[in-house]
């Protein structure tokens, strides 16, 4: 068995918001398993094109096709189109998603709704046009995005963290519906990440940035690089018997509570 159980060749993988960060980390390792890679995003053409061209740098398949994951009018016809134009979807990572910081009591319920409706709803929509072809074929692999925020609050974050604790029992229950079809349906839950969304925490000096460095045990933030080793085992023969759990890397951060600030 060996590496063959790690091994995607030929599989077709769409990973929503891949076009940057973490979505492009987890996709670009996939491609380098074998995997051909549907990327998505919804912000402009442009950004799709500038990320194929990537992918292709790399020797990986890659297609891109821009949808809104909370439309789920164009979600249909874009995976009926991808089906038709690149063929069945073996790899399903649900990783779009947006953040905004704002203290509960300040936050406009539009806003509340909008995350809501990125990180919790859209997973939703896109799996459940997906899963179907998985269902015929008795054979899928599904990973949706969570968060640290899927187990623990954060001041200014409360909408994120709704959103991510409730997508980790919507994998919960995908993985209770659909495992009985041979569909596996997993979670990562990515610790604190250098990314575009981490940006302006992430500052030299900033409160927030000095906070992680000490509440993280590896004492560093995660390089998104560091996603693909467990994307590629729950998108592989590797993960077969795994299903509903949430994979949190996270440099330690969920194992301990931490250390005084003045503490080697
Ligand atoms: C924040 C961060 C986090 C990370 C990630 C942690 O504001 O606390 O943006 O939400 O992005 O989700 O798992």
Redesign the pocket.
């Known amino acids: 068995m060996g590496l063959s159980l790690f091994d995607i060749t030929g599989r077709i993988a769409l990973v929503t918001g891949s076009t940057h960060g973490l979505g492009m980390a987890m996709a670009e390792g996939l491609g380098k398993a074998g995997a051909t890679i549907i990327v998505n995003g919804n912000s402009s053409q442009k950004k799709i094109d500038q990320a194929i061209k990537y992918y292709k740098s790399l020797g990986i398949k890659a297609k891109g096709y821009k949808f809104d994951v909370t439309d789920e009018v164009a979600v249909k016809e874009a995976i009926e189109k991808i089906q038709t134009e690149i063929g069945l979807i073996d790899i399903l990572i649900n990783n779009a998603g947006i953040?905004k910081?704002t203290p509960l009591e300040e936050m406009e319920v539009a806003d509340f709704r909008e995350v809501i409706d990125v990180d919790l709803v859209s997973p939703f929509i896109v799996s459940k046009h997906v899963v179907k072809s998985m269902i015929n074929r008795k054979q899928g692999k599904i990973i949706n995005i969570?968060?640290?925020?899927s187990e623990l609050g954060?001041n200014?974050?409360g909408a994120?963290a709704a959103a991510?604790g409730g997508l980790k029992m919507l994998t919960q229950n995908m993985a209770t519906e659909w495992a009985r079809h041979n569909i596996q349906v997993n979670g990562i839950?990515?610790?604190?990440?250098a990314?575009s969304?981490?940006d302006l925490?992430r500052v030299e000096g900033h409160p927030?940035n000095e906070f992680i460095l000490n509440r993280t045990p590896a004492a560093k933030w995660g390089d998104p690089n560091d996603l693909a080793g467990t994307a590629i085992y729950l998108a592989s023969k590797a993960s077969d018997f795994v299903n509903g759990h949430i994979v949190y890397v996270?440099g330690g951060i969920l194992a301990t509570i931490g250390k005084p600030s003045n503490e080697v």
């Open positions: 953040i910081r969570c968060s640290m925020m954060r200014t974050v994120y991510k839950g990515p610790g604190y990440f990314t969304q981490t925490i927030f996270d």
